[in-house]
């Protein structure tokens, strides 16, 4: 960066500054007379502070740009500042120097205020202050907007690492996040809440017999079962490999039983293939149920549905148990 002349002694005048937008008093001259004129070059990082002083930088001519710098590459943001904007109105107001990380898109000159200067301005000359303020609202407005965004793409990213990648249930990253909560707001209402644990029978059979891009579809198949069966207020989890749980809140034992009767006899019907050339492959699951008392948390009930899941097994499979 280089100071090229003062804006007295340049071509450039204040009509297309938006920091001088209506503003008609000759003293706006005067003030800006000895204010230098800085040039950087294509990629020039704009330092943080003009000496130690914060001040406002106004462009003239070219544009400057937002950087992020990561992974030793400077990426551009989409933020560009062009002619007749400025920056660094904030350091002025607040009197300390802000890190923003700005770089010459092209070769830029800028007018450098400092902020003694732009103090006398807003203070002598009518509409500075007004169009200061524009100027920081709209900021920002743009600076929320921006933040929201990022918060959206947070919680889809949040939602996204919820969910399991093959069939679209919640995962077990969720069930370990939520199940404690369901638990507690069951306590807490003294409502009852049942879960079922469900694992599909001889899977490594059917992985071996038809494949385990076939055992991948059926997997769907039997998520798609999960999710026609419930109501919108039960939730559907890969537990892990070809283990699935449902979460039935304000369900008791026999309303846990009746859902898991019902999702045990709609798994055997399941069609995996829609082939019907293919012979019809079997798909069944043996389910364990346990019901929440009030003395016991989420491990006990995960514990007592595992163990009637053992029974179901113990039984012949493509059975339920509680
Ligand atoms: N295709 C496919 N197979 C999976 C996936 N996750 C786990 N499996 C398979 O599921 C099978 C589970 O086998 P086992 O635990 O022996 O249980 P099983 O054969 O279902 O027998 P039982 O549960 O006793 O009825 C294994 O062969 C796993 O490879 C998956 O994402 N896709």
């Known amino acids: 960066m280089e100071q090229i002349t003062y804006f007295g002694a340049s071509p450039y005048t204040i009509d297309k500054l938006h920091l001088f937008d209506g503003v008609t008093d000759p003293a706006v001259g005067t003030l800006l007379e000895q204010c230098a004129i800085q040039r950087i070059s294509n990629g ?22 937002n950087t992020l710098l990561a992974d030793d590459t ?7 500042i062009l002619p007749g904007e400025s920056i660094g109105e904030l350091s002025v107001l607040d009197e300390a120097v802000h890190a923003n990380a700005l770089m010459a898109l092209e070769e830029t000159d800028l007018l450098v205020i400092p902020s003694r200067t732009l103090w006398k301005l807003i203070d002598e000359v009518d509409g500075v202050a007004r169009n200061l303020l524009r100027q920081l609202s709209f900021r920002l407005r743009a600076a929320n907007a921006q933040l929201r965004r990022r918060e959206k793409v947070g919680e889809f990213y949040r939602q996204l690492s919820m969910l399991d990648g093959l069939t679209g249930l919640y995962n077990r990253a969720w069930l370990n996040d939520k199940l404690a909560e369901l638990v507690e707001e069951a306590h807490h209402a003294g409502r009852p809440l049942s879960l079922i644990m469900i694992d599909l029978d001889y899977f490594k059979k059917f992985n071996d017999q038809y494949g385990h891009q076939m055992g991948d579809h ?24 070809e283990e699935l749980t449902v979460i039935l809140p304000d369900s008791n034992a026999t309303t846990g039983r009746m859902v898991a009767q019902r999702l045990c006899e709609r798994m ?29 948390d989420q491990e006990d009930l995960v ?20």
């Open 303 to 322: 514990t007592r549905a595992d163990a009637a899941l053992y029974r179901a097994k113990e039984a012949g499979r493509n059975q339920i148990s509680a």
């Open 44 to 65: 020039e990082a704009l330092p943080n502070m003009h000496g130690s002083v914060a001040c406002v930088y106004v462009v003239l001519r070219g544009a400057l740009g």
């Open 268 to 296: 055997r019907e399941a069609v995996v293939f829609e082939d019907m050339h293919v012979p019809l492959p079997h798909l069944t699951a043996s389910f364990g149920i346990a019901t929440l008392d009030a003395q016991h």
């Open 218 to 241: 059926a997997l769907r198949v039997a998520a798609g079962v999960l999710n026609a069966a419930l109501r919108p207020s039960d939730f559907a989890v890969r537990y892990g490999g």
């Open 74 to 80: 400077q990426q551009v943001r989409n933020d560009k």
